[in-house]
């Protein structure tokens, strides 16, 4: 059981992302209301009908279905576990305790929802909402906070946990993010464009809503739909298809139809897209060179294709779930649809095929360049001359013993060639008064085996053995 300290930080994990949020929900709501001059009857309805669409839960209101939830609300719901969850762990924690902590992130949540359906059962009776399917509500919930909280806790406990993974894997996580990141920044330049070449539209329907505070809710609602729009011109962008009730949006044609009042689908293109719309296709080409890029740069050989291949799986998992929980039933106008699974095939098809090429390219190249400097490091280390000649050298320290030239083997001839042509003889070398030991390196040709005929001055020798000693200092020649 875990102790006191853990079990207070247990708690936080659990209810204080949840009582946040409830509390900033009621703030909003009753401002809204009294804003708009409406008594407060169904207040704790409408609180946990927000709750429940935080979690992307589908609602139905007055008999009409509300499916598609806007994302920035779900996403700062999921920064805010995962952060919570990431401050109570740390690397060197154990496993039993990243499971506890996840575990609180998750049965908290569950506990607000099952009370947020009691209520919504309640409220039913005197507003028009309807109690969600008790399945899904349980589901999405738990989907969202066991998603932010083993992020959290990964990133938390990475250094441990990525020495266990291979190391194809933890090199494909910051190329993926990158690759992701480049995909949907592509689906937000689409829309920014259009809004401006489209802003005539987008202008008229904000003048619809009668007043400031019309005109701020309207504005309000668009920014948070946004990242679902800018989702939708991402898969629009990767060759798939965006479409809400009979309107759809693609690179390779659109069809019209009517759209809700909402200012920031003032953006669709209206009627058959042009001939110049599938040059967008260049734009997942560009990605997934860059995904290659970098993930050559990184690992080399059949690493480089591995890496690529799981960071383009990866991405296309991402964008799959994106893609599912942007749509939807919209009412009287039908399904918000981004076929999610079109959406992460092309994706990971896109990604896959043009980053491993060039991840295998860029392997190709880092290898070429090893082996080039290796070359070039082995020819500056051992220089080599022409007519250069190595010539062996001898050396023997000299010892406080002198060596006589009876202990010489009169078969052994030592032939050297001097640098002075002449033959003066010279004084023997007698060693120095200090004691200290030298050596000398006589650079010479031992010849085991002499001829008979020159044996005959080795008695000469025995008998003046520092006869044929030179005089003078000797060096060999070159």
């Not at 659990?14 to 207040?43: E, H, K």
């Amino acid at each position: 059981m875990p102790d006191a300290d853990e079990m207070r930080a247990l708690l936080a994990v659990a209810f204080r992302p949840a009582g946040v949020t409830v509390v900033l929900l009621s703030a909003l709501i009753v401002v809204t209301l009294v804003a708009a001059n409406s008594d407060l009857t169904g207040t704790f309805g409408a609180i946990a009908a927000s709750w429940l669409a935080i979690h992307q839960v589908p609602l139905t209101i007055d008999g009409t279905s509300l499916g598609v939830l806007p994302l920035i609300p779900t996403a700062g719901m999921m920064w805010v576990v995962a952060r919570g969850c990431a401050a109570v762990v740390h690397p060197a924690s154990s496993r039993r305790h990243a499971l506890q902590v996840i575990g609180a992130a998750v049965a908290g949540p569950l506990v607000v929802t099952a009370i947020s359906l009691a209520v919504i059962a309640d409220a039913s009776a005197v507003i028009p909402l309807s109690s969600p399917n008790a399945l899904a509500a349980f589901g999405w919930v738990l989907f969202v906070h066991l998603l932010a909280s083993v992020i959290g806790v990964t990133v938390a406990m990475w250094p441990t946990l990525g020495a266990q993974v291979p190391s194809w894997v933890r090199d494909a996580v910051r190329p993926g993010l990158r690759a992701l990141t480049a995909i949907l920044g592509a689906g937000a330049v689409l829309v920014t464009i259009s809004l401006l070449m489209e802003w005539s539209t987008v202008a008229s329907l904000l003048e619809r809503g009668d007043g400031v505070v019309g005109m701020l809710g309207l504005t309000i609602l668009s920014v948070l739909y946004l990242p679902n729009v800018v989702v939708g011109a991402a898969a629009a962008v990767m060759g798939g298809t965006a479409q809400i009730g009979d309107v759809s949006v693609s690179v390779f044609g659109n069809v019209g139809g009517a759209l809700p009042p909402l200012p920031l689908l003032g953006a669709v293109p209206d009627g058959v897209s042009g001939g110049a719309w599938p040059a967008l296709l260049v734009v997942p080409l560009l990605i997934g060179v860059m995904l290659g890029r970098d993930c050559g740069r990184r690992v080399g050989g059949q690493e480089a294709l591995f890496t690529v291949l799981t960071a383009a799986a990866g991405v296309g998992v991402v964008t799959a779930v994106l893609g599912l929980v942007s749509g939807g039933r919209l009412g009287a106008f039908g399904t918000v649809e981004l076929h999610w699974w079109a959406f992460g095939l092309l994706t990971f098809a896109w990604l896959g095929l043009a980053g491993a090429v060039t991840a295998v390219v860029v392997a190709w190249h880092r290898s070429r360049g090893a082996v080039d400097e290796d070359d070039a490091d082995t020819e500056d280390e051992e220089p080599h001359l022409p007519g250069a000649e190595e010539v062996p050298a001898i050396a023997a320290p000299i010892t406080e013993e002198p060596v006589l030239a009876e202990d010489v083997a009169p078969s052994r001839v030592i032939e050297a060639e001097l640098v002075d042509d002449t033959e003066a003889p010279a004084a023997p070398v007698a060693p120095q008064d200090t004691g200290d030991e030298a050596e000398v390196v006589v650079d010479a040709e031992v010849e085991e085996d002499a001829p008979t005929d020159e044996s005959e001055g080795s008695g000469d020798a025995a008998e003046s053995p520092e006869a044929d000693l030179p005089r003078g200092p000797a060096t060999p020649s070159d």
